[in-house]
């Protein structure tokens, strides 16, 4: 696609669910990252595929935060046992590697 | 340690004006990159300009154009002749090159309003 695309754009899940959060990079960008914003601050940086792999995932901050991209395009964030805490703006941006990133729109997830 | 500074939680300009949006930064890499976003309520990360560590000449992108003082570790955005639609968040980020990564990392952001 034109953009990174970014599903679905709002959810609401209740303390203790389990949630899905989708990212459709650009076609042919290698490089896809997560990001948590809070309200009022930066973005927060989760973790960084190059390819399939994790590159960097020292952002995840507990074990309760998995992300995947099985066949190097498609990425999924996937959130265990959420908490009130994990609500936030989850940004999804994909890179050539040589410079810029495009981000997506973002999911708004809350918990309550 | 943190990374980005940016020390100016809220600015305000008259429309028009100029103003300057403070960055400072930390990195022992002597290649690094700096970039600035725009995000606007609408919560979309704009891309405005980027400055290579080992660019002389400071960038420039149209109405905006980056101070980059390497000895300060600064890299301060320029808003020339501001407009009403330039209200929004400002993000500086760096780019540091180690073992290959490349994510972002970013500061805390500076709220800008324009006054008609």
């Known amino acids: 696609g034109a953009g990174v695309s970014q599903t679905p754009s709002n959810k609401v899940t209740e303390k203790g669910k389990y949630v899905e959060l989708r990212c459709d990079p650009i076609?042919?960008?290698?490089?896809l990252y997560w990001y948590r914003q809070s309200l009022g601050q930066g973005p927060e940086f989760l973790i960084y595929?190059?390819?399939?792999?994790?590159?960097?995932d020292s952002g995840l901050p507990n074990d309760r935060f998995f992300a995947v991209r099985p066949e190097g395009s498609v990425s999924t964030l996937k959130i265990q046992r959420t908490e009130r805490g994990d609500s936030a703006v989850y940004l999804c941006a994909s890179g050539s590697g040589k410079g810029g990133y495009t981000f997506g729109s973002g999911t708004r997830l809350t918990v309550v | 340690a943190q990374k980005i500074t940016q020390t100016q939680p809220g600015m305000f300009v008259q429309e028009k004006e100029a103003v300057t949006l403070d960055c400072t930064y930390d990195?022992?890499?002597?290649?690094?990159?700096l970039f600035w976003y725009k995000q606007p309520s609408s919560g979309e990360m704009i891309f405005l300009i980027y400055?290579?560590?080992?660019?002389?000449q400071n960038a420039t992108e149209g109405r905006y154009s980056l101070n980059f003082q390497k000895a300060r570790k600064s890299a301060n955005l320029v808003i020339s002749a501001s407009q009403l639609g330039d209200s929004a968040m400002y993000f500086c980020?760096?780019?540091?090159?180690?073992?290959?990564?490349?994510?972002?990392?970013f500061g805390a952001g500076t709220r800008l309003a324009v006054h008609p």
């Open positions: 595929f190059q390819g399939t792999g994790a590159a960097d």
């Open positions: 990195t022992s890499d002597q290649s690094y990159g």
């Open positions: 400055q290579g560590s080992y660019d002389e």
């Open positions: 076609s042919g960008h290698t490089a």
């Open positions: 980020a760096m780019r540091e090159f180690e073992g290959g990564y490349n994510k972002l990392i």
